[in-house]
């Protein structure tokens, strides 16, 4: 017999078999195996067949190697990802709840977190649900501190470069933008900045600097922005989804340290987010979100204000509630010796056929005007090459303001999985177009 809900919740094809007299076994098999069987095949063979011209978008499509597979059956066999784990709550704190890997997310915060020269002693973070989550704790950690310390909600500077994410953010957390000019490469003027500053002089400063922003590959100069906030109030995150995750693998892994070199910035950045779905290739999105942990107390100090954390016996430290407990037990493979290996290599080869290819549009389309941001950008931007190309590489596409006129532009964002065979390819079908 149906209950009235599965009575109700049929409907459709649904309702059709349940006039017809079938069981709900038979219900299932007809509707969805036989669906399945015939579908499944095709889809995959598709996906397998375009991944390789996946090239607009900041995307590994490597698949991740047999070691991370057998973690996962490792994990399995403990029984992650097959009945209900949650990572409720602070993953340096004990949790009520004993089906957590919090120890797994606690020691990737930290290898990473090395990588990025935060102190071993000052050190908290998280897994995220993806960069957007990340960008969102990170923005209003900021928000609650520097309203915590002042009294005056602050306003959140940015550039019209920075990944839509902090457009969204922003709107969510009723901030006053103030948006900051960029320099030619796309990156933060700092002497806007500093002209935008002294106009709010009386609002504290929420910044978003980012390193590798979406379209062009530009790179805020965090040092040269924390030298403008050296009297003003403020809170500094950065966005680095993407070129965070391959950064601190070659020289300029400066770029993206919590540390300065310069000893007239006292510090670097306040929190950072980067993207696991990105560079290293994971299979789902999910974000790393790492910041001090005396930031995290004085903010944890006044999120504690705001709910009654008495349910799960602490302070979560996080906006999001219940947790994906599969994704940082996952994750935690990325902080191997063999995962951190591959991460090298890939971070060298992909940099090293991102200038191969900036050299190969100079030479054979000088037409399209290619343009590389800096030395450690993946990305390169050229007038837009025809629907043709964009279809079949799958490229984004924005319209940009060159010589006083709007024009479309694309981009190659050339990840791991963008071989110089699959550049060649491209080349040859732009050739194709310009014969």
Not at 85 to 96: E, H, Q, T
Not at 170 to 193: F, H, I, K, S, Y
Not at 334 to 362: K, V
Not at 372 to 388: C, K, M, Q, V
Request: negative net charge; aromatic residues 12%.
């Amino acid at each position: 017999m149906f209950s009235r809900r599965q009575f109700f919740g049929l409907g459709g094809i649904g309702m059709l078999t349940l006039s017809a007299g079938c069981q709900p076994d038979a219900f299932q098999r007809s509707v969805f195996a036989d669906d399945i069987s015939t579908r499944s095949v095709p889809d995959r063979v598709r996906f397998k067949s375009l991944k390789d011209h996946l090239l607009g978008y900041p995307i590994n499509m490597n698949t991740p190697s047999d070691g991370f597979f057998r973690w996962r059956e490792q994990l399995a066999e403990e029984g992650v990802d097959t009945f209900a784990f949650n990572n409720v709550g602070n993953p340096f704190k004990a949790s009520p709840i004993p089906f957590n890997t919090h120890d797994y997310e606690r020691d990737t915060i930290l290898a990473f977190g090395n990588l990025f020269e935060f102190p071993a002693d000052d050190l908290w973070g998280f897994l995220s649900h993806s960069g957007t989550d990340s960008n969102m704790h990170g923005m209003y950690m900021g928000r609650t501190i520097l309203r915590g310390r002042t009294g005056l909600l602050p306003k959140t500077y940015f550039t019209r470069e920075a990944h839509y994410s902090v457009q969204i953010l922003r709107d969510l957390l009723g901030l006053e933008t103030v948006m900051v000019d960029t320099l030619a490469d796309g990156g933060m003027n700092p002497d806007d900045l500093a002209s935008k500053l002294a106009d709010n002089s009386n609002s504290p400063a929420l910044v978003v600097a980012t390193v590798g922003t979406t379209f062009k590959g530009a790179i805020d100069n965090i040092d040269e922005i924390q030298k403008e906030l050296a009297h003003h109030e403020s809170y500094v995150h950065v966005d680095a989804a993407l070129f965070g995750g391959y950064l601190p693998f070659t020289n300029h892994s400066a770029e993206v340290s919590c540390q300065s070199g310069d000893d007239s910035v006292s510090k670097r950045y306040d929190s950072i987010a980067v993207s696991c779905h990105k560079f290293f290739g994971f299979p789902s999105p999910a974000g790393l979100f790492i910041t001090r942990q005396s930031i995290y107390d004085e903010f944890n100090e006044l999120f504690s204000r705001i709910h009654n954390p008495e349910y799960i016996h602490h302070v979560p430290g996080t906006i999001i509630c219940s947790r994906d407990a599969v994704k940082p037990a996952e994750f935690y493979y990325f902080t191997t010796p063999q995962a951190l290996t591959r991460q090298r290599d890939d971070a060298r080869l992909m940099l090293d056929n991102a200038a191969y290819f900036f050299d190969q549009l100079n030479t054979h389309f000088p037409q399209l005007g290619a343009t590389r941001a800096n030395e450690l950008s993946n990305t390169i931007y050229f007038r837009s090459p025809g629907e043709t190309i964009i279809k079949k590489y799958s490229l984004a596409t924005m319209h940009l303001d060159v010589d006083d006129q709007s024009e479309e532009y694309a981009h190659v964002v050339v990840m791991p999985h963008v071989s110089r065979n699959v550049l060649a390819k491209f080349l040859s079908d732009l050739e194709g177009l310009h014969e």
